[in-house]
């Protein structure tokens, strides 16, 4: 069993940070901080046109990397942290 953390930010599928999409951007700094890795989802809802990204890492990593996350997303999105068992992986272990 490893404990980590769950980051998960939900954004506005037009939301924009220097004209890239802002939940593009999101992931991209999450890689280059070498975060575990980022999964994005788009609403099924064509009408609520949201974008959730999903961070998973160990929880000082995940902490770490809020700052900026909130940087980013300012009062455009939803910022939320859990803690999470991680009970398999794909990635190569660190």
């Given at each position: 069993m490893n404990r980590a953390a769950?980051?998960?930010?939900v954004v506005g599928e037009r939301d924009h940070h220097?004209?890239?999409?802002?939940?593009?951007?999101?992931?991209r700094r999450a890689h280059r901080r070498g975060l575990a890795g980022a999964s994005v989802f788009r609403g099924?809802?064509?009408?609520a046109r949201q974008v959730q990204i999903v961070i998973v890492d160990a929880e000082p990593r995940?902490?770490?990397f809020?700052?900026?996350v909130r940087e980013l997303s300012g009062a455009h999105g939803v910022v939320t942290v859990r803690d999470v068992e991680v009970l398999?992986?794909?990635?190569?272990?660190?």
């Open positions: 769950e980051l998960t930010v220097h004209h890239v999409p802002l939940y593009a951007e999101i992931v099924a809802d064509a009408t995940v902490r770490a809020l700052p900026e398999s992986t794909l990635l190569g272990r660190r």
